[in-house]
């Protein structure tokens, strides 16, 4: 799998949600770094808060090969 075909690109996971109550601090210091230094940010979230499940783990790993293997095309 060619996890990304950009030098600069970086996948951040969060193990919440958007919504959760630090997301938005984490964002901003993403930001305050990468974005001086022209790199991409990807975010995504597992949610593992609400939906802490083997299940989970697997789908969401499921679709980052999916999304990865995909990018972009």
């Keep these: 799998m060619n996890v990304c075909a950009c030098a600069n690109c970086v996948l951040f996971i969060s193990s919440y949600s958007e919504s959760f ?38 789908l969401f790993q499921n679709l980052l090969t999916y999304k990865l293997s995909h990018h972009g095309k």
């Design 21 to 58: 109550e630090t997301i938005d601090r984490q964002k901003k210091g993403l930001h305050e770094v990468f974005d001086p230094a022209g790199v991409s940010i990807d975010i995504e979230y597992m949610d593992m808060k609400n939906y802490n499940t083997d299940e989970n783990v697997r």
